[in-house]
């Protein structure tokens, strides 16, 4: 007989975690993301899901992450980890989505029978999970309730404690690749430090040591990462680790972090005194895979160093490499961006390489990177990474050089795959990466940021009733709903100078964001809250409350 669903044990416990009355919840690009006081209910069936999940992929351990990324502290969130190491397959977004929403027991109890019955899941196979958790206060008695999910399914669970959200997905590709031709790691923060570590040290031996790096923690789970780190990379890089208050109520992101200084501009003003002209630092997210750079320039003014910045430099790196180890004819190295990236660095890097342009959220970027054979991708919000094709890697394991030179070129490439955490945007992998580029070319960031000037632009956010009446076509960069405002839009930017503006609705958070570019500051931020302004106005916006800003 089919092995059945233990509905007496997922009922039982069910009971305990009742969903709240009137929530909706949705598996968005980043899970499911609210205030954690009510997501007790969402975390228990999450727990179910995951359960499901590792059985119709033969008991293939699946990875939980609790977390709310840069959110503010009060927030919380929860996402499911494929057994690669990457993100949720998107067709599963659904069951999530209606596990979540059930309203009673009953009706969940059918949801996750409606589930095995479309996912056409064997129930007599084994479930595997491995979760972890970011540093916010509501993450201990959420992990309990995922707990209570992981139970009710009868899962074999891994507590992987406290870690970034990049370790987590580590952790599951080193786990589901053990004992394989493609292991990627020891299953341990241990096997992790050390393959980063070790990699770093290869790549840097022989060059002189970078000055001293500051890293903002965000006060968030990357402070861990980067205190625990430091012994395996001996004096190959020293930190100046700031906001590494992972204990003090309301730190979290507040005023720091690589969310602030992209949104802002600014640097955190934790780190004002802390940095002199010349000097460089860096700013993580709170669970550690987003990555910002910065430098004071000579006349003591911020310079940022950005996802799009950061994916120039990277990618002129490994195609120097490539070119040398005399590989360029059977590796091509392309890159990935979303319609956010600064339209500077996509006319650099597209006078250099295979462009493409994706829709936002990591997903999209990390799928359509799998197409090169070396696919850089980064958000200009600095969450990216570099992906090598299966076929890549094996033409580096087994390529045999003509020169010293080669020779040289392949041992950086080799180490590269070592350091980079190839399952998703990694802010301690990305940064041993930037680290060692500019070790490499003997650059501060001067050098680094003067490979091309970035355009001004501005984001701006705008409240309309409804945002699901905002729909795009071409990589979100045109409207195709509301009917007309494209049109209306595109009169706008003919009159700027250098000017490109998109409006897209945000899948985060309930708004219409509108993103402008223009080649002085002032128009950028003219046309940004004119575009605003028109979106406003022609979605029915009440004039009453009208921002002032908008134009
Ligand atoms: C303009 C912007 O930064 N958008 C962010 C934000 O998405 P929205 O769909 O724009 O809300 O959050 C996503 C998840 O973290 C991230 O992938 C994306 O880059
Ligand atoms: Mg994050």
Not at 70 to 91: F, I
Not at 152 to 163: L, N, P
Not at 346 to 357: I, S
Not at 498 to 516: H, I, K, L, N
Request: net charge negative.
């Amino acid at each position: 007989m089919a092995a059945q669903l233990p509905l007496d044990d997922i009922a039982r416990l069910a009971d305990l975690h009742p969903k709240p009355g009137h929530i909706r919840f949705q598996y968005g690009t980043a899970g499911f993301r609210t205030l954690g006081s009510v997501l007790d209910s969402v975390l228990f069936r999450v727990g179910v899901l995951a359960g499901l999940r590792s059985k119709k992929l033969d008991g293939k351990t699946i990875g939980v992450m609790v977390t709310a990324s840069h959110n503010p502290e009060p927030d919380n969130g929860v996402k499911l980890v494929d057994p690669r190491g990457e993100m949720l397959e998107a067709s599963w977004e659904a069951h999530a989505t209606s596990l979540a929403n059930a309203a009673s027991t009953e009706d969940f109890l059918q949801a996750v029978d409606a589930v095995v019955k479309n996912a056409k899941i064997d129930l007599s196979k084994p479930a595997k999970v491995i979760y972890a958790r970011d540093t916010r206060p509501s993450g201990p008695s959420l992990v309990a309730s995922l707990e209570d999910g992981l139970k009710a399914i009868g899962a074999e669970t891994r507590d992987a404690g406290v870690t970034t959200t990049p370790i987590l997905h580590y952790l599951v590709r080193a786990i589901n690749t053990k004992g394989t031709s493609a292991e990627y790691g020891d299953d341990s923060e241990d096997g992790y430090f050390k393959k980063l570590s070790g990699a770093f040290k290869q790549l840097v031996s022989g060059k002189p040591a970078l000055p001293p790096l500051v890293v903002d923690c965000a006060n968030g789970v990357g402070a861990n990462a980067v205190e625990k780190i430091v012994p395996y990379l001996g004096d190959s890089l020293t930190f100046i680790p700031h906001n590494t208050a992972t204990a003090t109520p309301g730190a979290l992101n507040n005023a720091c972090g690589a969310d602030y200084v992209k949104t802002t501009q600014k640097l955190p003003p934790s780190l004002a005194n802390e940095l002199k002209s010349g000097e460089r630092g860096c700013s993580f997210d709170g669970d550690a895979d987003r990555l910002m750079y910065f430098y004071i320039d000579a006349r003591n003014q911020f310079r940022m160093l950005d996802g799009d910045k950061i994916a120039a430099l990277v990618a002129g790196f490994i195609v120097e490499l490539v070119k040398n180890a005399g590989l360029e004819e059977k590796i091509r190295v392309g890159i990935v961006q979303t319609a956010y990236a600064n339209g500077s660095s996509t006319k650099y890097l597209a006078d250099r390489l295979p462009v493409r342009c994706v829709p936002t959220g990591v997903k999209h970027l990390h799928h359509a990177a799998e197409h090169f054979n070396i696919g850089v991708y980064f958000e200009a919000n600095g969450h990216g990474t570099v992906l090598f094709s299966p076929e890549t890697q094996g033409t580096l394991a087994s390529y045999e050089p003509s020169t010293p030179a080669q020779s040289t070129a392949l041992k950086h490439l080799r180490n590269l795959v070592q350091l980079i955490n190839q399952t998703v945007g990694d802010a301690l992998s990305d940064l041993l990466l930037v680290e060692t580029v500019l070790a490499h070319k003997s650059y501060s960031g001067v050098e680094w940021d003067s490979l091309y000037v970035d355009l001004p632009n501005r984001l701006v956010k705008v409240l309309v009733a409804d945002v699901r009446a905002f729909q795009t076509e071409d990589a979100e960069r045109r409207l195709v709903s509301p009917r007309g405002l494209q049109g209306k839009i595109d009169a706008l930017v003919k009159r700027y100078e250098g000017g490109r503006s998109f409006v897209r609705p945000s899948g985060t958070e309930d708004v219409v964001r509108v993103y402008a570019e223009a080649v002085m500051k002032s128009q950028a931020d003219e046309l940004a809250f004119r575009v605003a302004g028109l979106v406003y106005d022609e979605t029915g916006g009440d004039p009453a409350t009208r921002p002032k800003e908008f134009l």
